[in-house]
């Protein structure tokens, strides 16, 4: 250490800085040396020995932990020195780590987030404000297809893109409906419901599953028959943070042509871009189940060909048959689009997954990769519109994203299937009556907090401007496309009935008051908590 400055005026001060920061430093490495400590011995005593459980645990002083934690963090914004790390990170491999798990952070009063794929839009399941351990479940990633009897065993831990991959290796007739993205994970993103391009067709994920299996804040393992059909209700579209940690997901696999036809056309406002919008709203929602159109808006860098700023719009398809009945649906339903022959692309189902995920229809071992793409910070809002948006109000917005910059939307329709399956079927309310989702998005490289504040400044303008176009009453959003501007839950809140209520409307609608009594029921004293989960009644305690 240097020696303390002479000059007696700056003494003191040095002294009290020393005094303060090295004592609260020392306090906290020993707090935190010791709760490693006492967790692992809780582990120990409540795990087999040949487990050897202490090198499936990660303190902050293990080499290993900063490479365990970024593994899977999706979104660079939550990558930084100032984001709040956890105490201790978990690794399980078999259930009873799990189980001893949720015992001994009981114990230890800490609060535990569960992650699968890390995907999740605020990096809930690795942030916190509290002090807090990571249940990572990245080794529970088994999957087992059954193709005799149409179904699958999934853990949680398995990316979207492997269960694609393991479905056609046995099937090629074959399909799940679920994300676009192949590093989403099964356990996030079929506990909040799930969805991509067979939605229209088949629903959510959450739509065709059978049977779970999770264990509860007292340590046991339940499937459906042991959890009952409240709690098996809540765990299709209610995510799973609030209600214990899944393992695994049996579902359902649902039927699919030996050839698809995928296209994507793009137009400018040159090109008579807002006659294809509008019409969009029209079609897409109510055209033949077998078609899935999503509508991408970017504004931005683009130009028509006379040099002027313009905002594009591109309609990617996925279509359940072959090109030639697809040109003449589209030709009679939507000749705005102006559809040919030679902007559709006949493949197999998988192919037309590896298209949508990754551009590559022939990449099909890609889909077992785990790197991620492209590395940014990231914010993504939602909203549902229910009735269409008039063409000078389409262009009002077209001027606001070329204003904003960088904000763009996805809209995702609704409609087929989604009209079938009632409100109340599931946790997951956004049914009949949608037109379409909207996804805003905005992602940016550049480090550090300004521009963060800029570009969520941007996100959020646009949200706002966005409000008489879309639902009300409550204004409507998708919970997998998890937004904290929506309203959060204070820990250990006395009144978090009300904080949850305000984002548990817009999140699950006439099914928030449901999942409030199945929470009350599975986990009274709130352990399964997190900065949106589902609150408990008012007036029980909280841990
Ligand atoms: C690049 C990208 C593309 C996406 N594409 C789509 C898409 O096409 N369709 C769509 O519907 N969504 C999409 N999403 C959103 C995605 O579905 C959600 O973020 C989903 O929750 C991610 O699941 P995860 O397991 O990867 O996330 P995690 O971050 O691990 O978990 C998300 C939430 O679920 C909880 N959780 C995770 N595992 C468990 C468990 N085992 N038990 C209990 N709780 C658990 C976490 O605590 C957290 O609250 C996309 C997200 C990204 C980043
Ligand atoms: C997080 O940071 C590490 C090291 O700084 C880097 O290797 C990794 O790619 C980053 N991940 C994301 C998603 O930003
Ligand atoms: C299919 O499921 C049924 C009922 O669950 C079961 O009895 C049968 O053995 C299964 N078939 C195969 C091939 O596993
Ligand atoms: C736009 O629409 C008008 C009127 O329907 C039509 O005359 C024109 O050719 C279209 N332009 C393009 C580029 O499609
Ligand atoms: C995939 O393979 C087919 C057939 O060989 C080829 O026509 C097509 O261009 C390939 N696609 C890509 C993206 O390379």
């Known amino acids: 250490m ?11 001060p040095f002294f009290l800085f020393l005094l303060i920061s090295s004592h609260s430093l020392a306090t906290v490495a020993v ?47 939550f990558n930084t020195s100032s984001t709040p790390k956890p105490t201790i990170i978990i690794t399980p491999t078999k259930i009873p780590h799990i189980q001893s798990a949720i015992t001994c952070t009981k114990a230890a009063g800490y609060l535990l987030k569960t992650r699968s794929g890390g995907h999740d839009y605020e990096g809930l399941s690795y942030v916190s404000d509290s002090p807090f351990f990571i249940l990572d479940m990245f080794n529970f990633r088994s999957i087992e297809i059954d193709v005799a009897n149409k179904s699958g065993w999934v853990q949680v831990g398995a990316t979207l893109g492997e269960l694609y991959y393991r479905i056609s290796e046995k099937s090629n007739v074959l399909g799940f409906p679920a994300g676009v993205c ?9 506990s909040g419901a799930g969805y991509g391009n067979l939605l229209r067709k088949y629903g959510v994920s959450t739509d065709n599953v059978v049977d779970a299996q999770i264990v509860d804040v007292n340590g046991k393992l339940l499937d459906r028959a042991s959890m009952g059909e409240d709690l098996f209700w809540a765990i299709r579209g209610g995510g799973g943070a609030s209600f214990g940690v899944l393992i695994a997901y049996k579902i359902g696999l649902v039927p699919v042509p030996e050839t698809v036809t995928v296209f994507r056309v793009e137009k400018d406002l040159e090109q008579n871009m807002t006659e294809m919008a509008y019409q969009w709203q029209l079609v897409a929602p109510k055209t033949t189940k077998d078609l899935f159109m999503r509508m991408l808006l970017q504004p931005g860098n683009s130009k028509t ?5 313009t905002v594009t719009a ?22 705005e689009l102006g559809l040919k022959k030679e902007d559709c692309l006949e493949m197999s189902w998988i192919q037309s997954v590896l298209w949508w995920g990754l551009d590559d229809e022939n990449n099909t071992a890609a889909l077992l990769s785990r790197e991620l793409q492209s590395i940014k910070s990231g914010k993504r809002k939602s909203d549902y519109v229910v009735t269409p948006i008039p063409k000078a109000s389409l262009e009002g917005i077209w001027a606001k994203m070329m204003e904003s910059g960088k904000t763009g939307f ?48 941007d996100i959020r303008r646009m949200y706002s401007y966005m409000t008489p176009f879309v639902s009300k009453n409550p204004r409507r959003a998708y919970m997998n496309y998890r937004d904290l501007d929506i309203g959060t839950v204070k820990r250990g809140s006395k009144n978090s009935y009300a904080e949850g209520k305000v984002y548990g409307d817009k999140y699950f609608d006439g099914n928030f008051e449901r999942l409030v009594k199945v929470k009350t029921a599975v986990d009274p004293n709130y352990f399964f908590w997190n900065e949106q989960s589902v609150p408990v009644l008012p007036g029980k305690v909280e841990l």
């Open 182 to 190: 192949p590093t989403v994970g099964v356990g996030g993103h079929v």
């Open 410 to 457: 996805v809209f995702n329709p609704y409609g087929g299937a989604m009209d079938e399956v009632p409100a109340a079927e599931t946790a997951f309310p956004h049914r009949a009556g949608n037109l379409y989702k909207i996804q805003y998005s905005i992602g940016w490289k550049e480090p550090g907090v300004e521009a963060e504040e800029k570009y969520l400044g």
């Open 2 to 12: 240097k020696a303390p400055p002479t000059n007696i005026l700056s003494v003191v």
């Open 314 to 335: 591109s309609v990617l398809a996925e279509y359940l048959g072959n090109a030639d009945s697809l040109v003449a649906l589209l030709g009679k339903e939507f000749p």
């Open 31 to 77: 707090a935190d040396v010791s709760v490693y400590e006492s967790f692992l011995r809780c582990m120990e005593t409540n795990t087999a020995p040949e487990d050897k459980i202490s090198d499936l645990i990660y303190s902050p002083t293990n080499p290993s932990f900063n490479s365990v934690l970024q593994a899977y963090i999706r979104n660079a914004l």
């Open 305 to 309: 060909k006379k040099g002027e700023k």
